[in-house]
């Protein structure tokens, strides 16, 4: 019997719906992120590209003057390169005195909670609470630690013999006290994560390990490192993006003595300098090249990243 024409033509549009439906669905799942990553996310970074190749102050945005890229060769060879430079060496040096520190005592921290120790579940859950940490609340507790009058650095250090120490003046010991700051509150993080790495490496391997006479230290070395290959690689790339874009601490450390990033910018990150040329000097322009290049440092980063783990997987 033939099929009425109505009821094909509901048919037809039910099929169309359900093909349209299963084509268009994904796309409207993902389609707010993506609305919001563009509003929020790729406006931004465009605007500012922008604004990079104009000179505009802070107070009349909407009288920006075209300078090409005047502002990047100010950053590199102008008068204010001296000030940029100073920032890259000591993101730089943050970024190596928090990074190294940080990430080898997460991986030993990682370690030992994997054994079965009395109180692990609230060890492991002790690790995130300086993470939970504001950043200006644990600067504030450890720019007290490192204060010259009276705080308690220059106590133990007094306990060994030496003198008292201006933490903030000096150029390593206020990176240092910095990078100690970054140190204690990323390092429970990235041991959580070295620990959900280990719990995922076989326990067979271990016993082999075992059998053939290695002990818990070789055993790590020879076992654990090599399968938290990918891991170390990732946490590196994550800490060394985070150092890049250190800013919190170091414009808030020198609180007491009222300089944001030191009184001769000894402690001065490329975020700080930033910040000073867009809303100190009011110079959006040069502001926006800084971002701009810590971006380009960013995406080189991340370029090198893709190449070692491209490496490591034919190693493997």
Request: proline share 4%.
């Amino acid at each position: 019997m033939a099929t009425p024409p109505d009821a094909r033509h509901r048919q037809t549009w039910r099929s169309r719906l359900h093909r349209w439906d299963s084509k268009g669905s994904p796309y409207a799942f993902v389609a707010p992120f993506f609305l919001l990553f563009a509003a929020f996310g790729l406006f931004p970074l465009l605007y500012t590209g922008w604004l990079s190749l104009h000179q505009v102050s802070l107070y009349n945005v909407n009288q920006a003057r075209w300078v090409g890229f005047q502002n990047y060769l100010d950053l590199f060879t102008g008068a204010p390169s001296r000030f940029f430079w100073n920032a890259l060496r000591n993101t730089i040096t943050l970024g190596t005195l928090s990074t190294v520190p940080q990430l080898a005592i997460a991986i030993g921290l990682a370690h030992l909670l994997n054994y079965r120790l009395r109180g692990r579940g609230f060890l492991r859950t002790a690790l995130l609470a300086p993470y939970a940490t504001s950043v200006a609340a644990a600067t504030l507790v450890f720019a007290l630690i490192f204060s010259p009058e009276g705080g308690m650095a220059n106590w133990v250090i007094h306990l060994f013999g030496f003198g008292p120490v201006n933490w903030e003046a000096g150029k390593w010991t206020s990176q240092f006290a910095i990078a100690t700051i970054v140190t204690w509150r990323w390092t429970g993080y990235n041991a959580l994560i070295y620990l959900a790495a280990m719990q995922a490496v076989p326990g067979e391997l271990y016993e082999a390990a075992a059998i053939d006479g290695a002990g818990r230290l070789r055993q790590f070395w020879h076992v654990t490192v090599p399968a938290l290959r990918p891991t170390i690689l990732f946490t590196v790339v994550i800490s060394t993006i985070g150092a890049t874009q250190l800013f919190g601490e170091p414009f808030l450390f020198g609180g007491q003595s009222g300089h944001q990033g030191g009184a001769d910018n000894q402690y001065e990150t490329l975020g700080v300098l930033m910040y000073d040329q867009g809303f100190h000097d009011s110079m959006l322009g040069r502001a926006s090249a800084v971002a701009w290049t810590m971006f380009a440092l960013l995406l080189l980063l991340g370029l090198a990243n893709a190449l070692i783990a491209r490496r490591l997987r034919r190693a493997q």
